[in-house]
């Protein structure tokens, strides 16, 4: 279900072939997301050409938030459609999986906190 308090602007375009730039963060797997009309409830602030930095984490744990084991992902999304009755976004660039290419790049685990002079 599209989270319109999680929904804000990041950059304004200007000029007969301006566009905005959105980021977007829910509870929602990327495949919910690209689905039509999710961003229906956004559609006035929402047109053609407009882009979407999207990201999602499924909840799968208590109603109190997302459940932090599911797959958090990214993902850059275009608006192609936006008409009272339609709203339709396509994928740009997934930019993966978060966990994964954290992982990946530190396949040793996480750093040991430095300690602090004095402590």
Same mark, same amino acid.
């Given at each position: 279900m599209f989270y319109g308090n999680g929904m804000h602007p990041l950059f304004e375009g200007y000029?007969?072939?301006a566009f905005d730039i959105w980021i977007y963060a829910g509870n929602d797997p990327l495949e919910t997301i690209l689905e039509p009309d999710y961003f229906m409830s956004a559609q006035n602030r929402l047109k053609p050409g407009d882009l979407i930095l999207a990201g999602g984490t499924p909840r799968r744990g208590p109603p109190s938030g997302p459940d932090r084991t599911a797959r958090t992902e990214?993902? /850059?999304v275009m608006v192609t459609e936006s008409r009272r009755d339609r709203?339709?976004?396509a994928l740009v660039q997934s930019f993966?999986?978060?966990e994964? /290419?954290?992982a990946a790049a530190n396949p040793e685990g996480p750093a040991a906190p430095a300690s602090r002079p004095g402590a």
């Open positions: 000029g007969p072939l990214r993902a /850059l709203l339709a976004v993966g999986c978060v994964e /290419l954290v």
